[in-house]
């Protein structure tokens, strides 16, 4: 009886491209500790240029909407298209696609609830720092560590010390934090 391989590491990589195939964001994970043993057909993806061309090549492939999950190149590819952004999520041929399907759901439903439904590529690239945390979330070095989107945004939309609400800093607070400052100064008790 051979043993199924069992590992955590159940993604490759993370992809967003736009709709002319331009990387957005790209996030490959080397999973050094993985027993996965890549077939000797698929590419390594370890350098730039084998990067670029798989990602255009994949472009190519599912430029149309339509589908959601394919096998292309020795990699389980689980994707979805936004307004003007196709997102993707790469896996081992083996991996289950439900899991990284789930992933993949659970980071662009967190991702619309962080940018109030403006998952297009403008506000991707104005809130890039808020992408990059919520695939963090999301995945960890490979390893899926989150799939409920509500968690993944409460964890990112809360800030420690504010109970939960933002602090909006507008130029009437700064005129209040300047006029109590002048006040202090001029009764001397700064």
Known sequence: MVMPNLSLYTTSAFIILDTDGNRVLAKYYNNKNSTIVQDAGSKSLTTLKDQRAYEKALWEKTKKAGGDIILYDSYLVVYRHSLDLIFYLLGPPSENELMLNAALV????????????????????????????????????????????????????????????????????????????????????F
Do not use: H, M, W
């Not at 109030?116 to 104005?126: A, G, P, T, W, Y």
């Open 106 to 189: 659970a980071y662009f439903d967190a991702l619309s609830i962080l940018l109030k439904n403006q998952v297009e590529k403008r506000s991707v690239l104005d809130n890039l720092d808020v992408v990059l945390l919520c695939l963090d979330e999301t995945i960890d070095d490979g390893i899926i560590v989150e799939t409920d989107s509500t968690a993944i945004a409460s964890r990112l939309s809360s800030r420690p010390g504010t109970g939960g609400q933002e602090i909006v800093i507008d130029e009437q607070t700064i005129r209040n934090a300047y006029d109590t400052i002048k006040s202090r100064v001029a009764k001397g008790l």
